[in-house]
């Protein structure tokens, strides 16, 4: 399976070569306005908490890509995703980068929901942010896949940007 994210131009901003069935990532278009894109989002199939793993541990790579809003400058931004997590203690250490910076935080397991989900936060340069994610199964590994969405800045903040990751191990 290929997947190629588009920006809001049609440019390629990543192509990823995955095997089995990964998270869909797509733009999603503002109903009534034809082109315009409203965001990213991720789609898969959720790892259920009997599949979830107890023990051991796995590295995450894949992307992050989103829109920036610098200063009202408003445009596509792309970067890496890398989330080694530990299924035993439920957390995970969070490396990336986005538009050309890199960040690095710590993720956890939601309470009450046996590592099937998680959150995190981050900071690098200056900025900080946050991610909310989920572990997604392919036809042979039930926990193959993290992906979900995340945010820097704030809306008080002149850079700011909101997107989504993926990653396999």
Known sequence: VKITIRDAAGAVVQEIAAAGAPPVVAYRRSPGAPGFPVGPYVAGTPTTAFQMPQTGSATYAGFMVGVVNNAGNVYGGAGSYQNTWNFANRNGAFSGTFDGRAYSGATQATAGSNGQTFTGTFNGGGRTGGLNGAFFA????????????????????????????????
């Open 138 to 169: 392919s036809p042979t590994d039930a926990s193959k896949y993290q992906a979900g969405t995340f945010s820097i800045g704030n809306n008080s903040a002149p850079y700011k940007a909101s997107g989504v990751f993926a990653g396999q191990r």
